[in-house]
Nanobody, 116 residues
Framework: QVQLAESGGGSVQAGGSLRLSCAAS????????MSWYRQPPGKQRELVAF???????KYVESVKGRFTISRDNAKNTVSLQMNSLKPDDTAVYYC??????????WGQGTQVTVSS
C-alpha cells in the first residue's frame, strides 16, 4: 500500500504564487510516475503535470511557463511550484503516484483558490 499526503494549498490573489508538496510513503517502486491533477468546481478532474522517476516532465498547455513540477526520489516527494496564478487555476489539486501495472494511488486533495 502507498499513502500520499499533500500540503501547501491556500488562497492567493491573481498573479501570486503557491507551492504544493506531496509526500509518498509505503511500498514505493523505484520506477514510478508522480502527477498533479486538479478538479475545478463543477468540472472533471484533469491532469496538470507529471514527472517520471527519471525526471521527464509534461504539462497541460494552460500551465506551461507558469507551473514547475519537481521531485526528490530519495524522499519520495513531488512538488508543484505555481506562479502567475489565475482565477481559472482555482481547484482542488490532487497528487497521484502510478507504478507497476495498473497501480495508482491518490492523495486526499488540497484546495487552491485564486481571487481576481
Amino acid at each position: 500500500q502507498v499513502q500520499l499526503a499533500e500540503s501547501g494549498g491556500g488562497s492567493v490573489q491573481a498573479g501570486g504564487s503557491l507551492r504544493l508538496s506531496c509526500a509518498a510513503s509505503g511500498n514505493i517502486f523505484s520506477l514510478n510516475t508522480m502527477s498533479w491533477y486538479r478538479q475545478p468546481p463543477g468540472k472533471q478532474r484533469e491532469l496538470v503535470a507529471f514527472i517520471t522517476s527519471g525526471g521527464s516532465t509534461k504539462y497541460v498547455e494552460s500551465v506551461k511557463g507558469r507551473f514547475t513540477i519537481s521531485r526528490d526520489n530519495a524522499k519520495n516527494t513531488v512538488s508543484l511550484q505555481m506562479n502567475s496564478l489565475k482565477p481559472d487555476d482555482t481547484a482542488v489539486y490532487y497528487c497521484k503516484l502510478s507504478q507497476g501495472v495498473g497501480y495508482a494511488y491518490w492523495g486526499q486533495g488540497t484546495q487552491v483558490t485564486v481571487s481576481s
